[in-house]
């Protein structure tokens, strides 16, 4: 996950990695208390994972 022009988020959020990752689903939570992901789609390669997620709020 990048984010990096957004605005209104917090700095924690700007960046990449777990970290940046874990701060935007905090962040987001606090803003939409039944927010969730479902996982569509996941494609392992080695040790990269990347997922299709929808979100629902």
């Given at each position: 996950?990048?984010?990096?022009?957004?605005?209104?988020?917090?700095?924690?959020c700007?960046?990449?990695?777990?970290?940046?990752?874990?701060?935007?689903?905090?962040?987001?939570?606090?803003?939409y208390?039944?927010?969730?992901?479902?996982?569509?789609d996941?494609?392992?390669?080695?040790?990269?994972?990347?997922?299709?997620?929808?979100?629902?709020?």
């Amino acid at each position: 996950m990048l984010t990096t022009s957004a605005v209104e988020e917090p700095l924690a959020c700007r960046g990449t990695g777990p970290d940046a990752h874990y701060a935007t689903a905090v962040w987001l939570r606090g803003a939409y208390a039944d927010l969730g992901w479902t996982v569509e789609d996941a494609v392992v390669e080695g040790d990269l994972l990347a997922l299709r997620k929808a979100r629902r709020a």
